[in-house]
């Protein structure tokens, strides 16, 4: 069994900016996106992606959903 980190449920809330540091440090194999909520991306699983949607509208940038790999 995989022992990597596929999720990071912790993030949620956070800055964008701060999410994808974290998530840099539980994963660095992994190409990060960052994607304002509610943008359209491509469909299909990539298992060295990880995408951080956050709210653009938001000074903070606040992550809105789980980020996970795919």
């Known amino acids: 069994m995989s022992t990597l980190k596929t999720s990071w ?39 060295k992606r990880v995408r951080v949607f956050f709210n653009a509208g938001n000074s903070l940038g606040p992550v809105v959903s789980t980020p996970v790999v795919g």
Request: hydrophobic share 50%; aromatic share 6%.
């Open 9 to 47: 449920p912790e993030v949620v809330g956070w800055p964008a900016t701060a999410a994808v540091t974290q998530i840099n440090t539980d994963r660095p194999d992994v190409a990060i996106e960052v994607i304002p909520a509610g943008a359209a991306v491509a469909p299909g699983y990539n298992a």
